[in-house]
Nanobody, 123 residues
């Protein structure tokens, strides 16, 4: 069992930036494709971004493309979601997720999930 812990959420103004980080209970993130999904109030959880195990490829939802960047720090065994030019519609609980491949993250079929961190963007 892998426990994922997110950090870095909070409040930002529209146009601002926030960075989310995800770490694991044991040094294992390099063996998984890692991703970020979010759930806004009254909406279903949706895919945001993901990075492959090899770091060869990243994928983004159209709504965040060009504004969000997913990356992995292998030395620290963490993954980061850098969010810029934030919009009020980015307000949601953001979840870190791990899966054997990036396709599972695209469909929300992750093997492990973090507890979520709140991101609120004010207009």
């Amino acid at each position: 069992q892998v426990q994922l812990v997110e950090s870095g959420g909070g409040l930002a103004q529209a146009g601002g930036s926030l960075s989310l980080s995800c770490a694991a209970s044991k040094r294992t993130l390099s063996t998984y494709a890692m991703g970020w999904l979010r759930q806004a109030p009254g909406k279903e959880r949706e895919f945001v971004a993901a990075i492959t195990r090899s770091d060869f490829d990243t994928k983004y939802a159209d709504s965040v493309k060009g504004r969000f960047t997913a990356s992995r720090d292998k030395a620290r065994d963490t993954v980061t979601l850098q969010m810029s030019n934030l919009k009020p519609e980015d307000t949601a609980v953001y979840y870190c997720a791990a899966a054997m491949n990036i396709e599972r993250l695209l469909t929300g079929a992750a093997a492990f999930w973090g507890q979520g961190t709140q991101v609120t963007v004010s207009s």
